[in-house]
């Protein structure tokens, strides 16, 4: 299944298969540190201090109400190598349905262990702390590679089955393509009939060709976007219907190479954000147990920092930014119907399956907290002028995305940002 570290194609009917599936692993990234032995001080200070959206986000404040504890989340990914310091005790079994030597535990690349550390990272050694310490990850490893063609065998499908039949409740996908199967989306509509929330990264060509990336285009699932600083949209983010909640996506450390030696400071991609918005997703439904999926998601869009017009959704934003802080600690947001999904199918031909006007999924304007001129995205994306998300692009994360295969170690610049072009089939 060829599978691209966060890039995007044309809206293609589930089922064709004409193209490459280009998966988004858009994360490289960290300064140094030898796996099993920890970071001096110093240098776990600076990959702390990059991590800028913790305190953007109040995750201290967050934490004393809830942690994600009790919360599992899988990553579909490239593997989570569990010997990371900030990743020990947090990383449970999970499957392997790649075909590459080794096991789920086996990071052919370092992408699924960054991500797996923004969601549960302890920090421990100097470490990434993830947004949803308490939580735990479960890994499921798949094949991506840019030379092989998609087929009806393409392992991604596999992995979101096992993913569904495990018990997480949260399934994360920081990748994505700009075609996909029917098997997969099969498999989607499977994994939503267990009660699963899951979310996929929107792509990092919004400044470019602008591909609809799959699986965040299928109605199931919510597709994320990148936020700057400055809590606009990136210009990199992929952009468009299939754009449902947006999280920070820029300056952020990660794991430079698969050899997790060191992390790479000012990494950028909507896969970073999608994880964000996957820890953010455990942090409520820690405190909400007997939550359904819809719940958490619907409270997650009503009280998302909104564009700064106020108009819902957007298509740079979706609902805006994601802000788990204004349920926690201030108990906003409603529920409601634990049966009825908030992203409901528009009904317009090739574009269905997104969002609605409304998280409610009627015809009226959003939960206006948040709305322009009523609340400020700043707590959580950082922006300085306290002002809403903004939706446009931002120079924050400007510059030609760098395209690598997996695994080939190129070294990505701080201001450009990386991304890994992968295509991958397989059956097994």
Not at 72 to 88: F, M, N, R
Not at 94 to 106: L, R
Not at 279 to 293: G, K, M, N, Q, Y
Request: charged content about 20%.
């Amino acid at each position: 299944m060829a599978v691209r570290k966060s890039r995007a194609g044309k809206r293609t009917r589930p089922g064709s298969m004409r193209r490459s599936l280009l998966c988004l692993l858009a994360l490289t990234g960290a300064w140094s540190l030898s796996v099993a032995a920890a970071m001096p001080a110093a240098v776990a200070a600076d990959v702390r201090s990059q991590q800028w959206y913790l305190e953007a986000m109040q995750a201290e404040k967050m934490w004393q109400v809830s942690t994600g504890e009790g919360i599992k989340v899988a990553v579909i990914d490239t593997g989570v190598d569990p010997s990371t310091p900030s990743l020990q005790g947090q990383v449970l079994p999970g499957k392997d349905v790649s075909d590459k030597a080794g096991d789920e535990n086996d990071d052919y690349d370092s992408h699924g262990t960054t991500v797996a550390e923004l969601i549960v990272g302890t920090g421990k050694g100097g470490g990434v702390q993830g947004l949803a310490p308490g939580a735990k990850v479960i890994p499921f490893r798949t094949s991506l590679t840019r030379e092989k063609k998609l087929t009806e065998q393409s392992d991604l499908y596999k992995a979101i089955r096992a993913a569904a039949d495990s018990d997480a409740k949260v399934i994360n996908m920081s990748l994505g393509g700009d075609i996909t199967g029917a098997h997969a989306k099969e498999a989607v509509e499977y994994a939503a009939s267990k009660g699963k929330l899951m979310f996929a990264a929107t792509g990092n060509d919004g400044d470019g060709k602008n591909p609809i990336e799959y699986p965040a285009a299928y109605p199931e699932v919510v597709g994320v976007g990148a936020l700057t600083k400055s809590a606009s949209a990136a210009n990199f983010s992929g952009h468009g219907w299939h754009v449902s909640l947006s999280a920070p996506g820029v300056s952020m450390p990660a794991w430079c190479d698969k050899s997790l030696t060191e992390y790479c400071p000012d990494k950028y991609g909507t896969s970073l954000a999608t994880a964000l918005a996957s820890a953010s997703a455990a942090l409520i439904w820690s405190e909400h147990p007997d939550w359904t999926a819809n719940q958490v998601l619907r409270v997650m869009l009503e009280t998302a920092a909104k564009p700064k017009d106020g108009k819902v959704p957007s298509t740079k934003v979706g609902y805006g930014g994601v802000r788990p802080r204004l349920n926690l600690l201030e108990g906003k947001g409603d529920p409601g119907d634990p049966d009825k999904s908030p992203l409901p199918m528009v009904g317009a031909g090739e574009e269905q399956g997104k969002p609605s006007a409304s998280p409610g999924g009627g015809d009226g304007d959003a939960a206006d907290d948040g709305a322009a001129g009523k609340d400020d995205a700043a707590a959580d994306t950082g922006a300085e002028d306290k002002e809403n998300v903004a939706d446009s692009s931002s120079a924050e994360g400007d510059g030609n995305t760098l395209w690598i295969v997996i695994g080939a170690g190129v070294a990505v610049a701080a201001a450009a940002g990386g991304a890994v072009a992968v295509a991958r089939s397989r059956s097994r």
